[in-house]
């Protein structure tokens, strides 16, 4: 046994010492040879190379230039000689796409457009050397002692030829942008001179609304300001174009520049553009015929418009996008609860693509993959986003944009949706499960169990209850799918157990990122009273307080956003510490003893079935809303709001409040006066409160404003509260003219 065992190790010697060792023990005999004049992206990937090999194995191979002298083993990086004379398929490369090839003796890393020698020097390390990068400091080496070079020809090609995640690591580590093969701003910013919603910026209203506001959109018959614009006019075409011109001549490098709609709805409806619409089948011809205009003004750019809203779906007759346009499609509408094209709810979308496509190969599409109005909320779209990329991909887009929480903002889920995200477009068929499991198992380590069952459990849910997944939506709306009060005690169970496999700091620290989205959905459906363990509340001897844990929960969710360098919880700006304070406010509020509760109201103005949160009666149950207008708040449209509370007896009153809702994005605004009254007999009223409110002029900054009266040492029976609403959508507003709403959640005497 002795001797056929050394037999064996002899054998596997001599197998192993004829082939060609990239290194062995701390040395190589390879060098890194690039191009006699490289570029400054083959200087670098050699650079990584080389130092990346140390890191593995500490040997250090000499980098050379090609013909500096005579190289008996090699490792080619870019545009050598020797690659061109040894690989034969060059030809069969796209885009950014490159070559590794390998005669187990030189190693040819093959790339010549822009980064591609870079992206194949990280190829080979990542797929033959199992090297990882799962964030910008999580750079996974597996040291070796030897490795010897496998026979290799891979042609690797990107499903896209633009790849951009628009999330916080690929826009503050180039390391993590190159190894994942992405771009970034900066990258867009080199090829484009305007990039969406540019209408803005080539007619700026304040510069010419006043003496030309035929040029901007006609709703009910009047011209507003935020709009679109006047696309039938063709003085506005001469402008703008004039106004394009000096962009480009002040960026002539620019490829590809944007002339698109605004983000808003108001597109003209002028008889002319309404007469256009009718004729192109949709708003989005009429966008093209402006479009092909611009383009055939400037034939050597390609002139970007967007696919959005309003334009989202094709003309159908007449027209289609000149062949220097680019249409930016969008899916800012779509629920990701399933793959867009097999969801029963997304076939006008699936229907919209299909026109596209059917009309031009020159599409940007405008994806989104984080919920941007709860940014640290639980997002569980994970299994939609290879079926999309790969339905993107074969419906024939060829640049791909994938709207995270922008360069600044951090989110939930950040680390492992990016790197699949990065992994999915450079390949739509790669194995989400495999990257998922891989990643998981690598970054959190021993925790992986309990981490990826958390993972799982939060998909299924999502899966099995087959309910809509919004992108702005609310951690409420997940109550019945994967954020139920069952769920939440699971998932506590498998922070737990990840703490307790967890046997380093840093693995902690990522277990903790990862819990505090868990945290941040349990404090807000905790605010909702889901359940008797989902509160922030219980009762002691009949009295409700506040639980001390929950407490403690807030205040350590808002320590460790900051130490985690999370700044907003919301796209618009909303920080942990603001979060905070509405998170108290409702804990204030909620905890008094409120004498309306229980009793008796009347309503002299009627609320809508649309926003019906229990009738009347919503405004006198002790229920409080939070920051979401879907959640425990009565809406009003386009009236004033009036009503009456009745004790029952003449009570010693000291103070009365009412709150409202402000969010003009969605058409809320606060009442520009609100009165209290109070009365003995509900005939006779004094008036002891007045106040006026002037709505700022903001579109996406929710608040709740308190209208509140103290001191009042008054005895009544009766309360009245009259609010003056505004009824219509002011001037300065998207939607001028049309009805908006008030929203109240309930009136509070104390």
């Given at each position: 046994m002795k001797r056929y065992g050394l037999l064996l190790v002899l054998l596997f010697n001599f197998s192993l010492f004829s082939q060609s060792l990239l290194f062995n023990r701390g040395e190589s005999e390879h060098s890194i040879v690039i191009p006699s004049h490289p570029s400054d992206i083959e200087q670098h990937a050699a650079q990584e190379m080389q130092r990346l090999l140390i890191a593995i194995s500490g040997a250090e191979l000499p980098i050379l230039r090609e013909g500096e002298q005579t190289v008996e083993k090699g490792i080619y990086i870019g545009n050598t000689e020797y690659a061109a004379q040894t690989i034969k398929n060059q030809d069969q490369i796209r885009d950014d796409?490159?070559?590794?090839?390998?005669?187990?003796?030189?190693?040819?890393?093959?790339?010549?457009?822009?980064?591609?020698?870079?992206?194949?020097?990280?190829?080979?390390?990542?797929?033959?050397?199992?090297?990882?990068?799962?964030?910008?400091?999580?750079?996974?080496?597996?040291?070796?002692?030897?490795?010897?070079?496998?026979?290799?020809?891979q042609l690797k090609n990107p499903s896209f030829k633009y790849r951009e995640v628009l999330y916080y690591y690929p826009n503050h580590s180039d390391f993590y942008l190159d190894w994942h093969r992405l771009h970034n701003r900066e990258d867009l910013y080199k090829e484009w001179g305007m990039f969406v919603h540019t209408f803005q910026y080539l007619i700026p209203v304040e510069q010419y609304f006043e003496t030309h506001p035929e040029w901007f959109s006609e709703i009910h018959g009047r011209r507003i300001k935020d709009g679109q614009l006047c696309l039938s006019n063709l003085e506005l075409l001469e402008q703008l174009c004039k106004n394009l011109q000096v962009m480009m001549d002040e960026k002539p490098d620019a490829l590809y520049w944007s002339v698109s709609n605004n983000d808003n709805m108001n597109n003209c409806t002028c008889s002319q553009c309404r007469r256009l619409d009718s004729l192109y089948g949709a708003p989005s011809g009429t966008l093209l015929y402006f479009i092909n205009q611009v383009a055939a003004r400037f034939p050597d750019k390609i002139i970007s418009t967007l696919a959005y809203q309003y334009t989202r779906k094709p003309p159908y007759r007449?027209?289609?996008?000149?062949?220097?346009?680019?249409?930016?499609?969008?899916?800012?509408?779509?629920?990701?609860?399933?793959?867009?094209?097999?969801?029963?709810?997304?076939?006008?979308?699936?229907?919209?693509?299909?026109?596209?496509?059917?009309?031009?190969?020159?599409?940007?599409?405008?994806?989104?993959?984080?919920?941007?109005r709860n940014m640290m909320n639980p997002f569980p779209n994970l299994h939609v986003l290879q079926p999309n990329l790969e339905w993107f991909s074969r419906s024939g887009v060829k640049m791909m944009f994938e709207q995270g929480t922008g360069p600044n903002n951090k989110t939930s889920w950040m680390e492992l949706r990016t790197y699949l995200i990065a992994k999915l477009m450079w390949n739509v068929h790669s194995s989400p499960e495999e990257i998922m499991n891989e990643f998981i198992e690598g970054y959190y380590?021993?925790?992986?169990?309990?981490?990826?069952?958390?993972?799982?459990?939060?998909?299924?849910?999502?899966?099995?209850?087959?309910?809509?997944?919004?992108?702005?939506?609310?951690?409420?709306?997940?109550?019945?799918?994967?954020?139920?009060?069952?769920?939440?005690?699971?998932?506590?169970?498998?922070?737990?157990?990840?703490?307790?496999?967890?046997?380093?700091?840093?693995?902690?620290?990522?277990?903790?990122?990862?819990?505090?989205?868990?945290?941040?959905?349990?404090?807000?459906?905790?605010?909702?009273?889901?359940?008797?363990?989902?509160?922030?509340?219980?009762?002691e001897n009949g009295v409700k307080k506040v639980k001390p844990e929950m407490i403690d929960l807030i205040n350590r969710f808002v320590a460790d956003c900051e130490k985690m360098g999370i700044k907003n919880l919301e796209e618009n700006g909303y920080t942990p510490e603001q979060w905070r304070e509405n998170v108290f406010h409702f804990i204030e509020k909620s905890s008094v003893n409120n004498l309306a509760v229980g009793k008796k109201i009347k309503l002299k103005t009627k609320f809508s079935d649309a926003y019906n949160r229990g009738g009347a009666e919503a405004l006198i149950d002790g229920v409080f809303g939070i920051l979401?207008?879907?959640q425990n708040w009565l809406g009003f449209l386009g009236q004033d709001f009036e009503a009456v509370v009745d004790l029952e007896e003449i009570t010693p009153i000291e103070q009365i409040s009412i709150d409202f809702y402000f969010y003009p994005l969605s058409w809320i605004f606060v009442p520009e006066e609100v009165t209290f009254y109070v009365s003995k007999n509900g005939r006779r009223w004094e008036k002891i409160f007045s106040e006026t409110y002037q709505n700022p002029e903001v579109l996406a900054k929710a608040h709740i404003q308190k209208f509140v009266k103290t001191d009042l040492a008054k005895e009544a029976r009766y309360i009245k509260i009259k609010a003056k609403a505004i009824k219509k959508n002011p001037e300065w507003h998207r939607g001028f003219g049309e009805p908006c709403w008030i929203f109240t959640d309930e009136i509070v005497i104390q």
């Amino acid at each position: 046994m002795k001797r056929y065992g050394l037999l064996l190790v002899l054998l596997f010697n001599f197998s192993l010492f004829s082939q060609s060792l990239l290194f062995n023990r701390g040395e190589s005999e390879h060098s890194i040879v690039i191009p006699s004049h490289p570029s400054d992206i083959e200087q670098h990937a050699a650079q990584e190379m080389q130092r990346l090999l140390i890191a593995i194995s500490g040997a250090e191979l000499p980098i050379l230039r090609e013909g500096e002298q005579t190289v008996e083993k090699g490792i080619y990086i870019g545009n050598t000689e020797y690659a061109a004379q040894t690989i034969k398929n060059q030809d069969q490369i796209r885009d950014d796409g490159f070559i590794k090839y390998c005669d187990r003796e030189n190693l040819i890393l093959y790339g010549t457009y822009k980064k591609a020698a870079l992206y194949a020097v990280y190829d080979f390390l990542e797929e033959q050397l199992g090297t990882r990068l799962y964030t910008p400091d999580a750079l996974d080496v597996v040291q070796q002692g030897f490795y010897v070079l496998p026979q290799l020809n891979q042609l690797k090609n990107p499903s896209f030829k633009y790849r951009e995640v628009l999330y916080y690591y690929p826009n503050h580590s180039d390391f993590y942008l190159d190894w994942h093969r992405l771009h970034n701003r900066e990258d867009l910013y080199k090829e484009w001179g305007m990039f969406v919603h540019t209408f803005q910026y080539l007619i700026p209203v304040e510069q010419y609304f006043e003496t030309h506001p035929e040029w901007f959109s006609e709703i009910h018959g009047r011209r507003i300001k935020d709009g679109q614009l006047c696309l039938s006019n063709l003085e506005l075409l001469e402008q703008l174009c004039k106004n394009l011109q000096v962009m480009m001549d002040e960026k002539p490098d620019a490829l590809y520049w944007s002339v698109s709609n605004n983000d808003n709805m108001n597109n003209c409806t002028c008889s002319q553009c309404r007469r256009l619409d009718s004729l192109y089948g949709a708003p989005s011809g009429t966008l093209l015929y402006f479009i092909n205009q611009v383009a055939a003004r400037f034939p050597d750019k390609i002139i970007s418009t967007l696919a959005y809203q309003y334009t989202r779906k094709p003309p159908y007759r007449l027209i289609q996008p000149s062949d220097n346009v680019n249409i930016m499609f969008c899916s800012i509408e779509c629920g990701r609860e399933r793959g867009i094209e097999l969801n029963p709810r997304e076939q006008s979308f699936v229907s919209d693509m299909t026109g596209w496509k059917n009309l031009t190969d020159n599409i940007f599409l405008w994806d989104y993959v984080v919920q941007f109005r709860n940014m640290m909320n639980p997002f569980p779209n994970l299994h939609v986003l290879q079926p999309n990329l790969e339905w993107f991909s074969r419906s024939g887009v060829k640049m791909m944009f994938e709207q995270g929480t922008g360069p600044n903002n951090k989110t939930s889920w950040m680390e492992l949706r990016t790197y699949l995200i990065a992994k999915l477009m450079w390949n739509v068929h790669s194995s989400p499960e495999e990257i998922m499991n891989e990643f998981i198992e690598g970054y959190y380590e021993r925790a992986y169990p309990p981490i990826y069952s958390y993972f799982k459990k939060n998909t299924q849910a999502v899966i099995d209850g087959d309910q809509r997944l919004d992108i702005y939506g609310y951690p409420i709306d997940g109550v019945n799918t994967y954020l139920t009060p069952e769920l939440i005690k699971e998932y506590d169970s498998l922070f737990v157990q990840a703490y307790q496999l967890a046997h380093r700091q840093d693995v902690k620290e990522r277990i903790r990122y990862l819990e505090l989205s868990h945290d941040f959905a349990k404090i807000e459906l905790s605010m909702s009273e889901v359940s008797e363990e989902l509160s922030l509340f219980h009762f002691e001897n009949g009295v409700k307080k506040v639980k001390p844990e929950m407490i403690d929960l807030i205040n350590r969710f808002v320590a460790d956003c900051e130490k985690m360098g999370i700044k907003n919880l919301e796209e618009n700006g909303y920080t942990p510490e603001q979060w905070r304070e509405n998170v108290f406010h409702f804990i204030e509020k909620s905890s008094v003893n409120n004498l309306a509760v229980g009793k008796k109201i009347k309503l002299k103005t009627k609320f809508s079935d649309a926003y019906n949160r229990g009738g009347a009666e919503a405004l006198i149950d002790g229920v409080f809303g939070i920051l979401n207008y879907h959640q425990n708040w009565l809406g009003f449209l386009g009236q004033d709001f009036e009503a009456v509370v009745d004790l029952e007896e003449i009570t010693p009153i000291e103070q009365i409040s009412i709150d409202f809702y402000f969010y003009p994005l969605s058409w809320i605004f606060v009442p520009e006066e609100v009165t209290f009254y109070v009365s003995k007999n509900g005939r006779r009223w004094e008036k002891i409160f007045s106040e006026t409110y002037q709505n700022p002029e903001v579109l996406a900054k929710a608040h709740i404003q308190k209208f509140v009266k103290t001191d009042l040492a008054k005895e009544a029976r009766y309360i009245k509260i009259k609010a003056k609403a505004i009824k219509k959508n002011p001037e300065w507003h998207r939607g001028f003219g049309e009805p908006c709403w008030i929203f109240t959640d309930e009136i509070v005497i104390q």
